[in-house]
């Protein structure tokens, strides 16, 4: 153990705080460099069966501008189900912060597996989760780099037409669950004017957006959330 004087441990941290401050920049840096990532057409249909009926891809964007979607396992022969998910993707799960901020920011964070939505019904109940959670009917899982293992994928629309914007897995994921860890992988990332993005992308200023969960335009009540409650 090592114990100093108030002033040797101010000393310290602000030692410290350098380093942090850099790699807070360098995260700002990367964030930029994603929002320039090229954008992958997705040509083929996919499928999925939500709480009321069969959707496609488009429809998991609930009428909003981008898309993240997490590949959790909560499928037949995992351990746990059908009360569980596994338990890393239950981590995940937990960490999620209300998604009407992301909404707030014209994107929609939904949750995928093949689990049918009876079993994801009464799981998300039980563990106190209201993010929209769609079962894969599909090849979606295979084609997007996560049928064995969990991962997330990021994706834009241009009306009907949808792009892959980017991708996260293994250690990446860690890092998911935060309003602003959500958007730091999007295309057009948190949308505040202090970003570097390419011209054009929508940008508002900051702490003007921000609001209670149950108070921006068109939030579902507090308590309730969204298709997948």
């Known amino acids: 153990m090592n114990t100093v004087s108030a002033a040797e441990w101010e000393e310290a941290r602000l030692r410290l705080l350098v380093k942090e401050k850099e790699l807070t920049r360098a995260r700002d840096a990367l964030a930029a460099e994603r929002r320039r990532m090229p954008?992958?057409?997705?040509?083929?249909?996919?499928?999925?069966?939500?709480?009321?009926?069969?959707?496609?891809?488009?429809?998991?964007?609930?009428?909003?501008?981008?898309?993240?979607?997490?590949?959790?396992?909560?499928?037949?022969?995992?351990?746990?189900?059908?009360?569980?998910?596994?338990?890393?993707?239950?981590?995940?799960?937990?960490?999620?912060?209300?998604?009407?901020?992301?909404?707030?920011?014209?994107?929609?964070?939904?949750?995928?597996?093949?689990?049918?939505?009876?079993?994801?019904a009464r799981m998300k109940a039980r563990m106190g989760w209201t993010m929209p959670w769609y079962t894969i009917a599909g090849d979606f899982d295979?084609?997007?780099?996560?049928?064995?293992?969990?991962?997330?994928?990021?994706?834009?629309?241009?009306?009907?037409?949808?792009?892959?914007?980017?991708?996260?897995?293994?250690?990446?994921?860690e890092a998911m669950g935060s309003t602003w860890s959500y958007l730091d992988i999007t295309a057009l990332g948190r949308q505040e004017e202090w970003e570097d993005s390419p011209e054009g992308y929508p940008q508002t200023p900051p702490y003007e957006w921000w609001n209670w969960h149950d108070a921006y335009e068109g939030a579902a009540p507090a308590g309730g959330c969204c298709s997948g409650s």
């Open 39 to 120: 954008w992958l057409a997705v040509e083929k249909p996919y499928e999925f069966e939500g709480p009321s009926g069969a959707v496609n891809l488009l429809d998991l964007f609930e009428g909003r501008r981008q898309l993240i979607v997490y590949r959790a396992f909560f499928d037949p022969g995992v351990e746990g189900f059908p009360d569980h998910a596994c338990k890393g993707c239950s981590l995940v799960a937990d960490q999620v912060a209300h998604v009407a901020h992301l909404n707030a920011r014209d994107t929609s964070l939904a949750f995928v597996s093949r689990g049918g939505q009876p079993d994801i």
């Open 142 to 173: 295979v084609d997007f780099g996560v049928g064995e293992w969990h991962g997330t994928n990021a994706f834009i629309r241009e009306g009907d037409q949808v792009f892959r914007t980017y991708f996260v897995n293994d250690r990446g994921d």
